[in-house]
């Protein structure tokens, strides 16, 4: 395969593990030292830059297990180029504590360095998100 090809099969089975809730899966395909960042806006931007896997699991994974029933990020289209993968699709989920749903469009873009995640940008509708966790009017 190519690399672009590779870059694509992992960010697919980054979305298939995190899918089936095998965040052990999910660490292991990120770099040691990967930065993730949370959309500015997004309530769980607070942490940014989430560095490390144990730090995005303790403080991003943690909350969005307890905090939502259901909560998905369902990815439809893959674009890559370089060491590059952007993922455009959808989040879903219904926030515990409100009782909102959440059916939002995102963007992610993943830098791929050594056949693991090393960085995360995401994009989406952080007005939405925070409205439905209660965190706006």
Same mark, same amino acid.
Request: charged content about 20%.
């Given at each position: 395969?190519?690399?672009?090809a590779d870059?694509?099969? %992992?960010?697919?089975?980054?979305?298939?593990?995190?899918?089936?809730?095998?965040? !052990?899966?999910?660490?292991?395909?990120?770099?040691?030292?990967?930065?993730?960042?949370?959309?500015?806006?997004? !309530?769980?931007?607070?942490?940014? !830059?989430?560095?490390?896997?144990?730090?995005i699991v303790?403080? %991003?994974?943690?909350? %969005?297990?307890?905090?939502?029933?259901?909560?998905?990020?369902? !990815?439809?289209?893959?674009?890559?180029?370089?060491?590059?993968?952007?993922?455009?699709?959808?989040?879903?989920?219904?926030?515990?504590?409100?009782?909102?749903?959440?059916?939002?469009?995102?963007?992610?873009?993943?830098?791929?360095?050594?056949?693991?995640?090393?960085?995360?940008?995401?994009?989406?509708d952080t007005?939405?998100?925070?409205?439905?966790?209660?965190?706006?009017?």
């Amino acid at each position: 395969m190519s690399q672009i090809a590779d870059n694509t099969a %992992l960010a697919r089975a980054v979305y298939d593990a995190f899918g089936k809730g095998d965040v !052990p899966a999910v660490a292991g395909m990120m770099a040691g030292d990967i930065v993730w960042m949370e959309a500015e806006g997004n !309530p769980y931007s607070d942490l940014n !830059p989430y560095k490390g896997p144990d730090k995005i699991v303790s403080g %991003l994974f943690m909350r %969005l297990g307890t905090e939502w029933n259901g909560f998905s990020a369902m !990815p439809d289209t893959f674009i890559a180029e370089g060491d590059r993968v952007v993922t455009l699709g959808r989040y879903g989920g219904t926030h515990l504590a409100t009782g909102r749903k959440l059916d939002s469009q995102f963007a992610h873009v993943w830098t791929v360095r050594d056949g693991k995640m090393a960085a995360f940008q995401q994009y989406t509708d952080t007005a939405q998100q925070a409205f439905v966790m209660g965190k706006a009017g």
